[in-house]
């Protein structure tokens, strides 16, 4: 990696007393060359401003949004196109002196991401080693801008549980469902949280997983739905798969996401599993109902 890119998200704050802010970009200086890169999020992009900020006027965000995308763009024309000897030998472009000094190659990005009033300001910033800037950035804006490799917690499905624990509850059977928040191996395992599991049993006999397939787009809905396809599928390699498992699913109303949620739940029932859709309540009662010769004395 011979690359050194300092680099800061750019944060959207309207009111800045407040501190709080949603990042809506990055922007990369590499080291050396004093290349400079960024992404921006589209202007049309506004969910989850409306949901941090929903008194704003969201005219307001996306002006200041093109704005930025406009200085941003002449001051990378200007940067970049002036010659790499010129600028690894400490020289400034003519029209942005004001950002270039001879103390030392990183006066751009500092200059850059320096204080403003401004509601759009420089938040997070670090240092990456890279072996390609282009590369380096899409990472660095997936991280901080789409939140990709994140472990959030997905409140609708914590709904969905609550939602199916009240239906339970309601037919007198929610006492022998209990969180199984270690099945599998210690050196793999996943949580449940809906299991029957009787005294001595290592595994779950029964196990319901609520599953939102409701997502924003199919790439998000093919990602979340193939994760648990290959969890399934190695808790079955490893002899740690329930002896009964359904999956109760949420699907998405557009056409291109249904279709996608489709697809995932044939995956689903290709590896062994049950799939219900959210509202059947008959079919989740008639999954969850425990027979009279079982054991019903749970496992602590």
Not at 141 to 161: G, Q, T
Not at 251 to 274: F, H, Q, S
Request: proline fraction near 5%; hydrophobic fraction near 40%.
């Amino acid at each position: 990696m011979n690359l050194v890119l300092n680099y800061a998200a750019v944060g959207f704050r309207p009111y800045r007393e407040m501190g709080e802010f949603v990042n809506v970009g990055i922007v990369a200086v590499e080291a050396k060359s004093r290349f400079l890169s960024y992404r921006l999020i589209s202007p049309q992009r506004t969910k989850r401003i409306s949901a941090c900020f929903p008194e704003l006027d969201l005219a307001i965000y996306r002006e200041g949004l093109r704005r930025l995308e406009n200085e941003l763009s002449a001051l990378s024309i200007e940067t970049n196109s002036f010659s790499d000897d010129k600028r690894q030998a400490g020289q400034s472009h003519p029209a942005q002196g004001d950002l270039f000094i001879q103390e030392g190659d990183i006066d751009l990005f500092r200059r850059l991401t320096s204080s403003q009033a401004s509601p759009f300001f420089y938040a997070v910033k670090g240092t990456r080693l890279a072996n390609d800037a282009e590369v380096c950035l899409d990472e660095l804006y997936r991280r901080h801008v789409e939140h990709w490799n994140l472990a959030p917690v997905d409140y609708e499905e914590k709904k969905l549980v609550r939602a199916i624990r009240k239906l339970l509850r309601a037919h007198r059977i929610e006492r022998l469902y209990r969180e199984a928040p270690w099945v599998g191996t210690k050196a793999y395992h996943v949580g449940i949280p809906l299991a029957f599991t009787p005294r001595g049993a290592e595994l779950p006999q029964k196990a319901i997983k609520p599953l939102n397939l409701a997502r924003s787009t199919p790439t998000r809905i093919y990602t979340h739905g193939d994760e648990w396809i290959a969890k399934v599928q190695r808790l079955a390699r490893l002899s740690c798969l329930p002896e009964s498992f359904l999956f109760v699913v949420k699907k998405p109303e557009d056409p291109e996401g249904r279709k996608a949620a489709d697809e995932i739940c044939e995956g689903l029932i290709g590896v062994g599993v049950e799939v219900v859709e959210v509202g059947d309540d008959n079919a989740i009662l008639d999954f969850a109902r425990i027979s009279e010769d079982a054991k019903l004395e749970l496992k602590n």
